[in-house]
């Protein structure tokens, strides 16, 4: 099991940028693919982006180009840099981490982004 802290959330206006971090606690490098999802009002948490231990990534269609999801390993951190943001990425944005493979079972308690138009 790993437990996830996220940080970094706040208000922003459209066009602007937020970077989401989430601290684990173990080495990343042990963790075989880590994630961020986020859930708007009334939605489904929906896949954000995900990242394997060796680097593989992958980004919902919607953040593609805008969003990147770089580690410092040395800091046992993962992060979210979302760029050029939109009204309609405002949810709480939660970090997942899947320690063995397969589904993502450990969660952080998520954190609140709100974009203004």
């Known amino acids: 099991q790993v437990q996830l802290v996220e940080s970094g959330g706040g208000l922003v206006q459209a066009g602007g940028s937020l970077r989401l971090s989430c601290a684990a606690s173990?080495?990343?490098?042990?963790?075989?693919?880590m994630g961020w999802y986020r859930q708007a009002p009334g939605k489904q948490r929906e896949l954000v982006a995900t990242?394997?231990?060796?680097?593989?990534?992958n980004y919902a269609d919607s953040v593609k180009g805008r969003f990147t999801i770089p580690r410092d390993n040395a800091k046992n951190t993962m992060y979210l840099q979302m760029n050029s943001l939109r009204p309609e990425d405002t949810a709480v944005y939660y970090c997942?981490?899947?320690?063995?493979?397969?589904?993502?079972?450990?969660w952080g308690p998520g954190t609140q982004v709100t974009v203004s138009s």
């Open positions: 990242i394997t231990t060796g680097g593989n990534t």
């Open positions: 173990r080495s990343i490098f042990s963790i075989a693919a």
């Open positions: 997942a981490a899947s320690l063995r493979g397969g589904p993502f079972r450990d």
